[in-house]
């Protein structure tokens, strides 16, 4: 069962890149991470190989593996990106939801709160969820992929913006929009979503990190 050795693994590590059990630029033994994770190196190869295509760890000629970095560059380009893609989604899921997507998206705010310092990782994937199904309420398959693809790179940098912590008041704003998103979502209100989106992205831990890092989108 290679395949499921592979799957194991990858799903392993990147829960301990997501969640900062490996810190940016931490240098990866691919030994020693095998005899953790209690798997050959072959089925860890394959984990890695599928990380690097996500971007999430580098490999050289010598098989030596690490986390990428975190730059101001790709901050920055995965802001501009965001700020164009999700208002997109916002509009399109409002215009396009479903029941079923309205009840998904209930449920998936019901778990929401807005991330703090040192987040669990149950938290990043409660948050993932609840914009998971904002955008997959769009019902355009490309969009979706593309920004299902972004959300993994993205939560880095939100974890680097939470090593400050954030204040009681920009809990509450987050937590306000997300309400206000989903409302304008489920009544059709296209332009309003739009507007809340681009609004959550400009404030978002995503902006934080491109200015720590010195970058201007």
């Known amino acids: ?55 999430l760890v580098e490999l050289d000629a010598h098989r030596d593996a690490r986390v990428t970095s975190l730059t101001g560059e790709e901050a920055r380009d995965l802001l501009e990106i965001r ?18 997507d309205i009840r998904e998206m209930r449920e998936a705010a019901d778990g929401l709160q807005p991330l703090r310092h040192r987040p669990r990782f149950a938290d990043l994937v409660a948050h993932r969820r609840f914009h998971t199904a904002i955008f997959s309420a769009s019902h355009n398959e490309i969009l979706i992929s593309t920004l299902d693809a972004l ?20 809990r509450d704003q987050k937590a306000a929009e997300h309400r206000e998103l989903l409302d304008c979502v489920i009544n059709r209100d296209a332009t309003g979503a739009a507007a809340v989106m681009r609004r959550h992205i400009d404030t978002s831990l995503g902006a934080e990190a491109a200015s720590r890092l010195d970058v201007t989108p």
């Open 1 to 55: 069962m290679q395949s499921t050795k592979g799957d194991f693994a990858y799903g392993r590590l990147r829960e301990m890149i997501l969640s900062g059990g490996f810190q940016p630029g931490a240098v990866l033994n691919q030994a020693e991470l095998a005899r953790t994770i209690g798997l050959s190196t072959t089925p860890l190869r394959e984990a890695l190989r599928r990380l690097k295509a996500e971007g």
């Open 83 to 100: 700020m164009s893609l999700d208002p997109l989604a916002a509009a399109l899921a409002a215009e396009r939801r479903s029941t079923a």
């Open 151 to 170: 959300w993994d790179k993205a939560d880095r940098y939100r974890r680097l913006a939470l090593e400050t912590g954030r204040t009681q008041d920009e």
